[in-house]
């Protein structure tokens, strides 16, 4: 994650420790089924994309196909 972050600036990897560090801590691990900030915290933190409301998509889907569906 750090190399993937980094992208060859080798000289300022500190600075992006804690950011990596946060998002590693909210990865839900596949054995444990939670992540290491829930095993502690309780909860997983919110990030600012959490907080960004979703588009409505109803006005994506053709009215007509759908009522055939539920048909």
Not at 8 to 21: M, Q
Not at 22 to 42: D, L, Q
Request: hydrophobic fraction near 40%.
């Amino acid at each position: 994650m750090l190399r993937a972050v980094l992208k060859g600036n080798h000289k300022s990897w500190d600075e992006y420790l804690p950011h990596i560090e946060f998002a590693y801590n909210r990865i839900v691990h596949k054995t444990s089924k939670i992540s290491p900030f829930e095993v502690v915290y309780g909860f997983n933190p919110l990030t600012p994309l959490d907080l960004i409301p979703l588009p409505d998509s109803s006005h994506y889907f053709h009215k007509e196909g759908i009522s055939r569906l539920i048909l």
